[in-house]
Structures are given as structure tokens and as C-alpha cells.
């Protein structure tokens, strides 16, 4: 046994303790924080946003801009929310309800203006924040309608105001700002006069060379949407505020689930995060059998060209050198997750009281149900099953370039569930579930996303009974085939594989 | 345990219907340095193989140390085999301690060892370095001091000359030399007869995997006769008719004087040769007594094979396996 875990550790220690493997744990949240920070500097830095409408009714102007007012507002109360999120000290669960965070709403932006907008929710959040946190920014505007006067100055027609636009919205000309520097004009809409609510009616036309960022075309979209509502509101009698009293209805609606007793049977963020994990183990699964499997792969051929093997041969049996590098590259697949998994369970708990955020949901359902356990078995299965053919691989090829031959139908049966895994998880006990989980090269992946719907309890552990018993006899063969062609200096021919594989011993 | 830590009884190992090594049987004595002669692909590495129960003979019976698998007495055997490698990361101290601990060392003595083996043969400046760093020549000591580092009884090296130039063949004859001054035996294998010569108590000459011969250096010159190299205006004819001779052979006609490879019947008696060619008239500028060389008795006994291309046995290993079904 000593042997073994002196192979495993070597294995372990090639890969863990490698410059690239080093680099990778270091950058990885080093990159996550510098494209949290970009994307926030990005965010920051984005340049307003210039356009121009050609209202021909002269309507709707005034509702672009009110709608731009109102979606600021939104972002604004979002960005309040993160910043209580990371500067309150003991929670910002703490503050009073319209500055705490929640859904941004019509509702609560009428709230929160009305308990005296971001003055008095910094007032709120004073005694609360942590020592050293930063004031309070509001986020830039992101859109400015500019003036149209001298522009359009003449135009009569929407065939008029396009001939006139369109140098400035292919670039070729720059538009003036209210505050005087010019800028490139990002769009342009325009509103013929016969535009409004029906089939005869003339539509609205957004122009942009800008296909990719949609917020100002679904901004307008919205503005003139509301605006033609406004006014049938106002055709039927009523009021505009009575359209935003009615706009701002929320209808309260809450899931339940039929297999729990009255009182815990509605549906909460644990229960979503209980439904998804697996999911999300599911897929982790996958990439790590299949990454470590490229190790073991590269490893055991580097000892075979590398002649290492020999030597290796001269001190352990064919049995302990295969346990040992299989034990030592589990290891190395458990590495990487468990790194990330207690890495943000300490970034959330210093960032945020787990509480009933998402993490705390997620770190709640990991390790306050058998999930982990569940996932740890069957990872195990799955790398077992793998890993076998992997190692098998390496020990017939002399380098990658024999091993591609034989990785490609593994890679097909690798990958090949997971086009049907979306179909499991939405139903975890349907025929296609049913189906991979019977098949035992799948049944690590299948079970582990059925985990949280419980699935009969006799198909899973027929199913896992029927998976070990295949990795028993897998093993049995590829064990043979590793033992017989890993001292072969040059490689079988695939065609002579089959029959190391039903020979004993060399 | 006997005095002879090696022993094979009748061994023969199929891969289906190709036998590489056929029936045989030979013993090691405690302390020796036993050479295992034979062209490539004459059956050497298997044979050396299936001592260290790597791979498993079809017939036979092999006692290593004792015991009937080398497999539980591995941590008393060094093995240096014919193809060697080191992980290319790996730092050359790293290495040796390595396979040390996989021989039973513990972690702590392996490291002392390693340094200690590194500084001895002069290569303590690259303990540090990593093996793809290293020369080829440095990389085989480094190899060699990783067989050696657990202190093994038995060392079995498998063509340990090949590849190192003159200097360090040099160093690896004087480690082997001291090795078996401290009481180890030690079996190489190889096909260059000069380091047999120099070092082995007995070797055996093995070609298409039966055992050719085994003794001596002493006893095979006697089991070939006595052999003299003459100068003489005579010819090859005058030779022939004087008794106890067995065979002539012109090796070089100088036109006036030649020279001829007198070879003497067994038990026939040089100096009764020279009197009777003087009796019989013949003028000799040279007489020269020699026994046969073991290049000689190599070629002789390998014969053909000794010429045959490498990696038969290789080829053979995969042949056998579709031939095996």
C-alpha cells in the first residue's frame, strides 16, 4: 500500500504542484475579480449613449425621455442594492425596507423616492457600513436625447430627416451634447405622423448601425408602447397615474411543492438551489472526468515513451502502479473544485452573511444534505469507469498522436449525454431518464441529476449495482490491456487490442 | 536461501506460437558478476524480465532470493533495464529518492542516500536540476545511482554499457567492480564482449532464446582448443600434414611470407607443434600462442543471429499476442 500512495503522491504532486496548475488556482480569481472590476469600470466609463428622435407627431419625445428617467432610476436603486450589499457591516437586511435590497419594481421606486430617495438611504445607511467603505456613487447617465433644432432644421418629411441623419449615423459626422462636446450619434427614431395603435396605423423606425447593444432600441420600444397605452388609458376616462397605479401591480404568487407538509411546502431559494446544484454538479462532473482523463492519458504515455515504466515494473506490480496513478489524478480532479468550493465559501462569508442569499442556499444544500456524498460516489464511479479506458489508451499509444485514433469514439461516448442532460433535469423521472440511468457507462451522470427528484429508490440502486458490476469487469479488461501493452516497445495495432485484453497476464 | 541467489530451472516463455526463450536453466553464485551474452533479440530481456516476475515464464521454475516471485523480494533487487527514462520534471535527486522510497527506503534515508550517491559520483551540483535538464550521459548515472540507492543484494542490469561513452563506461565497470566488493551479485546482460571479459566470474551466451553456453572465460578458451598465429614462407599445405593440427587458415598473404590461424586439436600441445614443424623443415618468423577470445566464442556460438536485427524479441511480443489467440 505504500507504493501505491508514493505513485498516487507523485501523480498528485506533478500536477498540483506544477507552475501551470499554480498559475491557473492564482489567476482564476484573480482574473474573476479583474473582469468583476472591468466590467465595472466598463460599465462606468461607457459613453452616453446620443440620439436623436424625428417626432412627427410631436408626441413622444417627452416619454423616451421619461422612460430613460424611469430606467435610470431602476439602475440606480440596482446599484444601491450591490453597494449596501458588499459596505453594510452586519447585513443590509438591517436597513429599513424601501433602502434594504430587494426587487427593483415600480412599486419600490415610488417607495424609496417617497422615504426620501438616495439622501436619506445614505442617512439609513450610515451607522451600518463598514469601516473604510466608500461613499455612495450614482451610476452615469447611459442615453441623451439630443436637441434636434438646428439638425433637422427644414425637415418636413421622414424621408428628409434619414437623408439628413445619415452621415451622423454612419459616423461620418458628430452631433452636439446639451453640454457642448460632440459625440457620434449612437441612433435615431423616428415617428411618422400617422403612427399609433392598430393594423392601419404607420410604425415607429429605430435606426442604428449598432446591431449588438439593443437597451436604447428596447427602451424606445417600451416608451412608445406605454405612451399609445397612456392614451387608450385616457380614451377610456382614466387617469396616467391610474395606468402606472395598475402598472404597478404585482400580483403575489408563490410555488408549493405537493411532497412536503403544509407549512415547508412552499418553494423557496433553497429548494430552486437544490433542484439546480446537481445540474451544475452534473456538468462539473463531466469536464473534470474528462480533464483528468486527459491526464491520466498524457501521463501514462509519457512513462511508456519515456521508458519509465520499466523501472516503475522493477518495484511495484502492474496492479499498484495503475491504483496508484488512478488514486493520485482522482485526486487531482477533486482538487480544483474543492479549491473553488471553500474559496467561495470564504469569499461568502466575508463578502456577505450567508443568510438567505444564494450561497447561503447553495452551501446550506451541499453540505446539510447527502448531495455532496451522492456526488462524491458517483464521481468516483464515473473517474473509475473512465479513467480505465483512459489509462488502457496510454498504455497502447506511444504518443498523442497513436492515442487520437481511439479518443475520438471515447470523446463521443464521453459527451454523447449531454444533449439529453437538459431533457433529465427538466423531467428528472421521465423515459429518457429512465433510460440513461440504466446505462451504466451514464449512470454516475444520470443519477446525480435526478438526485434531488427522487427517483425510485429500486432503479437507482439496480442501476448502481448494474454500473459497478460493469466497472468491475472494464476494469478487469482494460487492467489487462494496461498490463499487457505497457511494456510493448511498439504499440498494437488496434485490431490486437481485443486480444490483449482477454489475455491474463504477459 | 542457497549461495546462489538466482536460479532457473527449465524456463521457457511463449507468445503463442514464437518461443523466446526455450528451456532454460542456469544459476547465479552469491557474489558473482554473471554476464548474459547473446545478440539482440536472443531472448536476453525476457529472461531478465521474468526473474523480476514482470513478465511470467510459460514453463519453468525461478527461485530470486529465496522466493519463487521477485515480486516479494523486490526491495532487495536493483534494476537497471535496457530502455530507461526519468520524469522530465523530475530533479535528479528527486529521482534517485523516488525509486529508492518505491524500494523501501524511507523518505528521509532516500533523500540522505540520494545526495550522498549525487556528491560520490560527482553530479551534487545538478541534485537540483531537472532531468530534462540534464545530459545524456548524466541522466544514465542518474539512473544507474537510482538502482543502487536501496542498497540492493542482487543487481540486475540490463545492458548498462549502451549509450554512455568511454569515460563513463569506465565509471560504471569501477561501480560495478565495487558493488560486487561489497558483496553484491550483480547479472548484466549485454553484447559488447570486452566489459564480459573484463568483469564477469561466468557468463552465459544465450542466441534464439536457448542457452549456448555457460561457464568461464577459461573454461570456454579450453573447450575451444589452443590456437597459435604463425609467420612462414611455408605453404598452408605444409602446415596441414603435422599432427595435432585441426585447421589452417591464411589470414593475410604477404606474397613472399603469410600469415596462418593455426587451430589445435583439444589436448594437442603448441610446443610439440613448433618442433615438429622445425623437424619437418619449415621456417617460422612468428609463432604466436592464443587462446579464443570471447568475441570469438561469441560469434562462433551466436553464430548468425548474432548479426540479426534488433527487437526481434519485440516484435516477436506482439506477434505472439495475435498468435496467442
Given amino acids: ?506 | 536461501m542457497t549461495d546462489h541467489p538466482v536460479q532457473l530451472e527449465n524456463i521457457t516463455k511463449r507468445y503463442g506460437a514464437f518461443t523466446a526463450v526455450k528451456d532454460l536453466t542456469f544459476s547465479v553464485a552469491k557474489g558473482e558478476i554473471y554476464g548474459f551474452l547473446g545478440p539482440n533479440g536472443a531472448g536476453k530481456t525476457t529472461t531478465l524480465r521474468m526473474m523480476l516476475d514482470i513478465v511470467r515464464p510459460s514453463e519453468g521454475r525461478i527461485c530470486v532470493l529465496g522466493s519463487n516471485s521477485a515480486i516479494s523480494v523486490r526491495r532487495r533487487i536493483g534494476y537497471l533495464p535496457e530502455e530507461r527514462g526519468l520524469y522530465r520534471k523530475m530533479k535528479a535527486a528527486q529521482s534517485i529518492a523516488y525509486f529508492a522510497q518505491l524500494r523501501g527506503l524511507s523518505g528521509r534515508d532516500a533523500k540522505k542516500k540520494a545526495y550522498a550517491l549525487l556528491e560520490e559520483f560527482g553530479l551534487e551540483d545538478f541534485a537540483r536540476s531537472k532531468n530534462e535538464a540534464l545530459s545524456k550521459g548524466m541522466a544514465q548515472k542518474v539512473q544507474l545511482l537510482a538502482t543502487i540507492a536501496h542498497e540492493p543484494e542482487l543487481l540486475i542490469l540490463d545492458e548498462p554499457f549502451s549509450g554512455l561513452d568511454p569515460i563513463n563506461q569506465q565509471t560504471l565497470e569501477k561501480l560495478i567492480a565495487d558493488q560486487r566488493a561489497s558483496g553484491r551479485t550483480i547479472i548484466f546482460s549485454t553484447h559488447v564482449m570486452q566489459h564480459a571479459e573484463r568483469l564477469c566470474d561466468r557468463f552465459l551466451i544465450i542466441a534464439e532464446g536457448e542457452k549456448r553456453f555457460e561457464g568461464t572465460l577459461s573454461e570456454a578458451r579450453a573447450r575451444y582448443g589452443q590456437r597459435l598465429h604463425v609467420r612462414s614462407t611455408a605453404p598452408a599445405a605444409a602446415f596441414e600434414v603435422l599432427p595435432g593440427v585441426e585447421a589452417v587458415r591464411l589470414e593475410r598473404n604477404g606474397g613472399e611470407e603469410s600469415d596462418y590461424r593455426i587451430e589445435l586439436a583439444d589436448g594437442a600441445d603448441p610446443q610439440d607443434f613448433l618442433r615438429q614443424a622445425v623437424a619437418a623443415g619449415i621456417v617460422l618468423t612468428r609463432f604466436e600462442q592464443a587462446g579464443a577470445t570471447l568475441h570469438d566464442i561469441f560469434v562462433d556460438l551466436a553464430g548468425d543471429e548474432a548479426s540479426a536485427p534488433a527487437h526481434d524479441q519485440e516484435r516477436a511480443f506482439a506477434r505472439g499476442a495475435e498468435a496467442a489467440e
Fill in chain 1, 1 to 506: 500500500m505504500k507504493q501505491v500512495l508514493l505513485i498516487a503522491l507523485r501523480e498528485y504532486k506533478q500536477y498540483v504542484l506544477s507552475r501551470g496548475f499554480l498559475i491557473f488556482l492564482l489567476m482564476f480569481p484573480v482574473s474573476l475579480v479583474a473582469v468583476t472590476a472591468a466590467m465595472g469600470l466598463v460599465e462606468r466609463n461607457k459613453p452616453v449613449r446620443a440620439f436623436v428622435v424625428y417626432d412627427e407627431t410631436g408626441q413622444y419625445a417627452d416619454d423616451i425621455d421619461r422612460e430613460i428617467e424611469r430606467r435610470y432610476r431602476f439602475g440606480a436603486i440596482r446599484a444601491w442594492d450591490d453597494y449596501v450589499g458588499a459596505a453594510v457591516a452586519d447585513g443590509a437586511e438591517a436597513l429599513p425596507e424601501p433602502f434594504a435590497p430587494a426587487q427593483v419594481n415600480d412599486a419600490r421606486l415610488k417607495a424609496f423616492e417617497a422615504a426620501g430617495g438616495f439622501e436619506a438611504a445614505r442617512q439609513a445607511a450610515a451607522p451600518l457600513l463598514r469601516e473604510g467603505a466608500p461613499d455612495f456613487e450614482l451610476p452615469r447617465q447611459q442615453f441623451e436625447r439630443v436637441k434636434t433644432d438646428a439638425l433637422l432644421q427644414g425637415v418636413t418629411s421622414l424621408e428628409d430627416a434619414e437623408e439628413v441623419l445619415r452621415p451622423y449615423l454612419l459616423g461620418e459626422r458628430d452631433v452636439m451634447r446639451a453640454e457642448g462636446a460632440t459625440t457620434p450619434l449612437f441612433a435615431a427614431v423616428m415617428v411618422p405622423r400617422d403612427f399609433g395603435e392598430g393594423d392601419e396605423a404607420a410604425a415607429a423606425q429605430y435606426w442604428s448601425r449598432n446591431l449588438t447593444d439593443n437597451a436604447l432600441e428596447d427602451l424606445v420600444g417600451n416608451a412608445l408602447t406605454s405612451a399609445l397605452k397612456r392614451q387608450a388609458i385616457a380614451d377610456m376616462g382614466l387617469s396616467e397615474e391610474a395606468l402606472d397605479d395598475v402598472a404597478a401591480i404585482s400580483a403575489p404568487f408563490n410555488s408549493y411543492r405537493p411532497d412536503r407538509a403544509a407549512e415547508d411546502a412552499q418553494l423557496s431559494l433553497k429548494d430552486r438551489v437544490e433542484t439546480g446544484l446537481p445540474a451544475a454538479l452534473t456538468y462539473m462532473l463531466l469536464v473534470i472526468i474528462f480533464g483528468v482523463g486527459n491526464l491520466l492519458l498524457t501521463n501514462t504515455i509519457e512513462e511508456r515513451s519515456n521508458k519509465i515504466v520499466e523501472i516503475l515494473l522493477s518495484s511495484v506490480t502492474a496492479e499498484q502502479l495503475m491504483m496508484g496513478k488512478l488514486i493520485g489524478i482522482a485526486a487531482v480532479g477533486l482538487t480544483m473544485p474543492a479549491i473553488f468550493l471553500f474559496g467561495g465559501l470564504a469569499a461568502s462569508a466575508t463578502i456577505s452573511s450567508a443568510g438567505d442569499s444564494f450561497m447561503g442556499a447553495a452551501i446550506g444544500t451541499l453540505f446539510g444534505s447527502p448531495l455532496l456524498l451522492i456526488y462524491l460516489f458517483y464521481f468516483f464511479c464515473a473517474y473509475a469507469i473512465f479513467a480505465m479506458i483512459f489509462l488502457a489508451i496510454g498504455a497502447v499509444s506511444n504518443s498523442l498522436q497513436d492515442a487520437q485514433s481511439y479518443m475520438g469514439p471515447v470523446m463521443i461516448l464521453v459527451f454523447a449525454p449531454l444533449p439529453f442532460m437538459i431533457m433529465v433535469f427538466q423531467n428528472p423521472n421521465g423515459f429518457i431518464a429512465t433510460l440513461l440511468t440504466w446505462i451504466p457507462i451514464y449512470t454516475p451522470y444520470a443519477v446525480m441529476m435526478r438526485a434531488a427528484a427522487d427517483p425510485p429508490l429500486w432503479e437507482v440502486l439496480g442501476a448502481t449495482a448494474l454500473m459497478l458490476a460493469f466497472a468491475a469487469l472494464l476494469a478487469r479488461f482494460m487492467g489487462r490491456i494496461f498490463r499487457n501493452a505497457i511494456l510493448q516497445a511498439s504499440p498494437p495495432k488496434a485490431r490486437e487490442v481485443w486480444r490483449l485484453a482477454r489475455r491474463e497476464g504477459v
